[in-house]
Structure formats: C-alpha cells, structure tokens
C-alpha cells in the first residue's frame, strides 16, 4: 500500500511538471508555530481568563479548607457541626464543577473561533500569494517531501507578521 501511494504521488509529480505547472507548498503547523497572531490570541485568552481561573483556584482552596476542618474536628465536634462541613463542602465542589465546566466550553468555543478567523487569514494569504505569483496549485497537510524551492510558507509568514503590525 505504502509503495502505490509513492508511486501515485511520484505519477502526480511527474505530471506536473510535464503539464509546466507552477506547484507551491505551504505548511502550515509552522505559520501557526510561527505567526504573531497566534502569540496575540494566547495573550488574549490568558487576559480573558486569568479571572475565572483564579476564581476556581480560589474555591478550590476554600474546598480543601473545609476538608482539613472536616478531618482535623471530625473527632471533637458534633455530628451536626460535621454534618454542616460536610454539607458546605460537597456544594462548593458542585459550585467547582459547574463553573469548570462553563469555563471550558467558553475557552473551547473562544479556540475555535479564533482559529477559524486565523485560518481564513492565512487561506486569503495564499491565495493572494498565489495569484500575485501565479501559481498553479497549492499543496498542504499531507506533503511527504517538497523541494524547498517550492515552500512558500516564509512569504506567507512574512504577510501575516506585515498585516499583524497593521
């Protein structure tokens, strides 16, 4: 299987270059690695959510308070006092819970709209690169081997780093 893969991608190569097509690569793990605008939303998010992180920190000491209390008196004080701790702690880990959970789909939603935007930024680059340079045919995820010559991803670098100073 391995070697008809090879050998289809070799085919595909070869014509190529026989048809004189312009072929450019582009990867893009790197412009994400790379890109100002990654470093600029993680500022963001961190900014964004350094608030209810601390919130949740904070409650989660407030839990482990509670239960060194509990096991510190849990052989002086009354069952009803014990009960009392008890009772607070299992509704602040729920109080926990809940907001750990909003917390997460927030940052999941946020991720993914973020990175949606990103990778429309980064799809109109190409493009612009492409018909600027009049590429035919823009390979990404799933290139095996490229000749250097053929990686754009520096000039696509270069453009989001020109539009993030914008």
Not at 20 to 31: D, S
Not at 65 to 80: A, G, S
Not at 120 to 140: N, P, T, V, Y
Request: no cysteine.
């Amino acid at each position: 299987m391995k070697s008809l893969l090879v050998s289809v991608f070799m085919l595909l190569a070869f014509s190529v270059q026989a048809a004189g097509l312009k072929v450019g690569v582009v990867k893009v793990e790197k412009i994400l690695a790379d890109a100002p605008q990654v470093e600029a939303v993680n500022a963001e998010m961190l900014k964004r959510f350094s608030g209810p992180k601390d919130e949740l920190k904070a409650l989660e000491g407030d839990i482990k308070k509670l239960q060194e209390e509990y096991k510190r008196n849990e052989l002086v004080m009354t069952q009803d006092k014990l009960d009392e701790i008890k009772k607070k702690a299992i509704a602040k880990l729920q109080e926990f819970k809940q907001k750990e959970a909003a917390l997460n789909q927030e940052v999941s939603s946020m991720r993914s709209q973020k990175l949606a935007e990103l990778q429309q930024q980064i799809r109109g680059i190409i493009e612009d690169i492409a018909k600027k340079e009049k590429f035919d045919l823009i390979l990404s995820d799933g290139v095996v081997y490229s000749r250097d010559k053929l990686d754009i991803t520096d000039k696509v670098l270069d453009k989001m780093k020109k539009a993030f100073k914008k």
